[in-house]
Nanobody, 125 residues
Framework: QVLVEESGGDSVQAGGRLTLSCVVS????????MGWFRQAPGKAREKVST????????VYDPSVLGRFTIPRDNTKRALFLQMNALEHEDSATYYC??????????????????WGRGTQVTVSS
């Protein structure tokens, strides 16, 4: 069983920055995908960014491109989400997802099968 734990959520002012962390108990067999997803109240969960394996180019949702980055440290089984220039629309519960799969599969939220409980980010305007 893969255990996933997120941390780092907080309340910040618009324009501020925040870094979320995700730690995984073990990687699933096969090439691990990791990603950040978010869900705002009344909305469906959406992909923020995913990364296939270290050294590959991450995939970002257009709404966060240029503002968010997704460093990954396989030695620590950790994934981070560095968020800059935060906007009110970024307010949501952020989830870390993990799965085994190919590069193409990693880009699909439906492919992820291990999730954390989420961490709340609130951006006040």
């Amino acid at each position: 069983q893969v255990l996933v734990e997120e941390s780092g959520g907080d309340s910040v002012q618009a324009g501020g920055r925040l870094t979320l962390s995700c730690v995984v108990s073990t990687f699933p067999f096969g090439s691990p995908c990791m990603g950040w997803f978010r869900q705002a109240p009344g909305k469906a969960r959406e992909k923020v960014s995913t990364i296939y394996t270290s050294g590959t180019t991450p995939v970002y949702d257009p709404s966060v491109l240029g503002r968010f980055t997704i460093p990954r440290d396989n030695t620590k089984r950790a994934l981070f989400l560095q968020m800059n220039a935060l906007e009110h629309e970024d307010s949501a519960t952020y989830y870390c997802g993990v799965a085994a799969g190919s590069f193409a599969q990693c880009r699909s939220e439906a492919h992820y099968d291990s999730w954390g409980r989420g961490t709340q980010v609130t951006v006040s305007s």
